[in-house]
């Protein structure tokens, strides 16, 4: 690892940790100010932006960037739309910095409680998409930590861009711009720098591809927040209705297929698999999905339809595949999701409110849904505003983490002179 690169690292670090004293007692009316500035500032430069990341796109095309990854850097009107509504709803929630709980007298005359607060410095790595650059400063700025946003060289045009948008922001609701920063190189030696700088980082959030975020699980010297799999699954319930099924089906897997909450498995139960997976299997086929499916799927299907591995179990596809298999009951589907999962996002499809109490307790994932396709599994959809990401850890934060994902908490104490004996 360079030299010159650590130094540049270390340099961001310090000043991201002086910003992140400011942030932490800022008012919530100066972050708010900042965040409608920043979504000013990305509206009046829409065509500026499409300008920057059709530059990435055109790179990526000629880097061989597979479909998936084009698709996440790609940015339209729409998305832009996408990510100034996330700033407008990232302000409009309320403050988490400095709420107090859990006040009590304990018998010795002192109060005791909790205050909510800022972990300090955050660290995001991350690839492809853009707008995880806005959605992460949104929700750093809002929850008072300053943050260090180190994207992929794939976006760096885009990145750049919409880090001068949110310095801009900064400057105009005066606070410090070294709140959210950008790492400007894209040198591969600058995570390595970042994720073991434990005297200036408190906290890493990586999103990407699987072996990006296994490195930085591996090498971290700074708590990281994560998520490896997004193997998600929809099971099909005997007791389903089956348009809903069919719907929430069909939209778990089309609606995108590159998002890690997308259903990469179909579970379907024997009694209801004919009423379901034929009129599916044609909706997928005018997709051009394929599909790979156990013994029992290729047998109801026909020739067109591939086996499914124990491989296809395991996958996660980003990408227009689907591995579906028909199950006898509810305790072979929810050992398939706990054995195969990724402990993401999982659902059930069912009328019967005891099948749905079970699935809800016995399925071991970071969201669970009844009835719902899994597509809904993020930070905007939860009216969070906006995720920092996805995390199927079980300690701090689970799930699409959001405000108070990016904060902790500190015992207080409040005496009058009161002393031990």
């Known amino acids: 690892m360079s030299e010159s690169v650590i130094n540049y690292i270390h340099t961001l670090g310090r000043a991201a940790r002086s910003a992140s004293r400011e942030l932490a007692r800022a008012p919530i009316a100066q972050k708010n100010q900042a965040l409608a500035a920043i979504g000013s500032a990305l509206n ?9 990341n059709a530059k990435d796109m055109t790179q990526g095309l000629a880097n061989g960037l597979d479909s998936a990854l084009l698709d996440r850097l790609e940015l339209n009107q729409a998305r832009i739309d996408e990510m100034i509504e996330g700033l407008r709803q990232v302000a409009a929630l309320p403050e988490p910095v400095g709420a107090i709980r859990d006040m009590r007298y304990l018998p010795s005359g002192i109060q005791v409680g909790k205050m909510r607060v800022p972990l300090g410095v955050i660290g995001i790595i991350y690839e492809s998409r853009p707008n995880v650059t806005i959605d992460a400063a949104s929700l750093c700025l809002k929850s008072g930590n300053a ?28 606070l410090p711009e070294a709140a959210v920063q950008l790492v400007q190189t894209t040198d591969r030696a600058a995570v390595g720098a970042l994720i073991q700088m434990a005297e200036f980082v408190d906290v890493i959030v990586p999103r990407g591809g699987k072996s990006l975020i296994a490195r930085i699980s591996d090498e971290a010297k700074v708590p990281v927040i994560k998520h490896l799999d997004g193997i998600c699954h929809v099971y099909i319930d005997q007791a389903a209705d089956i348009d809903k099924a069919i719907k929430i089906a069909d939209n778990a897997k089309t609606q995108r297929f590159s998002p890690c909450n997308t259903m990469e498995t179909l579970l ?39 086996a499914a591995t124990e491989e296809d179990w395991q996958s996660e596809y980003n990408a227009p595949i689907l591995s579906i298999r028909i199950v006898t009951s509810l305790d072979e589907a929810i050992d398939h999701i706990n054995h195969y999962g990724s402990q993401h996002t999982d659902a059930i499809v069912t009328e019967n409110l005891c099948h749905a109490r079970r699935f809800l307790t016995e399925v071991d994932s970071s969201s669970v849904m009844v009835n719902a396709s899994t597509r809904f599994a993020d930070g905007f959809e939860y009216g969070l505003g906006a995720e920092i990401g996805i995390s199927t850890d079980k300690l701090h934060a689970r799930g699409p983490v959001g405000l108070e994902g990016l904060t902790s908490e500190k015992y207080i104490v409040l005496g009058d002179g009161h002393i031990r004996g």
């Open 268 to 306: 379907v139960h024997q009694t209801i698999a004919a009423d379901v997976l034929v009129p599916l299997a044609d909706i997928y086929r005018q997709k051009r999905v394929e599909l790979r499916g156990c013994a029992a799927t290729c047998a109801l299907l026909g020739e067109d339809i591939k």
């Open 44 to 52: 009046a430069a829409r065509d500026t932006l499409l300008t920057a």
């Open 147 to 174: 943050a260090i946003l180190r994207g992929g060289s794939e976006a760096i045009h885009s990145n750049q861009f919409i880090a001068a948008c949110i310095a801009q922001g900064l400057r105009e609701a005066g």
